[in-house]
């Protein structure tokens, strides 16, 4: 049987919708380009939500322009939907890609490398 999605699923998910298309198309600011939202976690009383981001390129001032375009992201949101308040914003580096990215790398390179012979022991019975 499926599960059915909470009010705070679906809530979490327009933010991140609304979220990502206020970004790509309000949002004027040059530190947040290149920004994908991954995931939004809104708190049980809805006061609060994580928004998880990553960035194709690597951004000094990114986190810092988040943070800055935190009240007007909000204040847009607030616009754009249904609800009686309007969460506070905090941004998260999600930092699962770049590990997932290190795992495969490391993956690759231990499958490459040609496996190295066991030293034979004294003790270890021959297979002839």
Do not use: C, W
């Not at 298309?21 to 290149?34: A, G, I, S, T």
């Not at 800055?68 to 909000?74: M, P």
């Amino acid at each position: 049987m499926a599960k059915a999605f909470s009010r705070n699923d679906r809530v979490s998910e327009q933010i991140r919708r609304e979220l990502a298309d206020l970004l790509m198309f309000e949002v004027k600011d040059p530190r947040v380009q290149m920004v994908t939202l991954t995931d939004v976690e809104v708190a049980g009383d809805m006061a609060h939500a994580k928004v998880f981001y990553t960035a194709s390129k690597s951004s000094k001032g990114l986190q810092e322009g988040l943070e800055k375009a935190a009240g007007f992201l909000r204040s847009q949101l607030g616009k754009r939907m249904m609800l009686r308040t309007m969460p506070q914003l905090h941004f998260v580096y999600d930092e699962s890609i770049d590990r997932g990215m290190h795992m495969d790398k490391l993956i690759n390179q231990a499958v490459s490398e040609p496996p190295v012979p066991e030293p034979a022991t004294p003790d270890t019975p021959s297979q002839e």
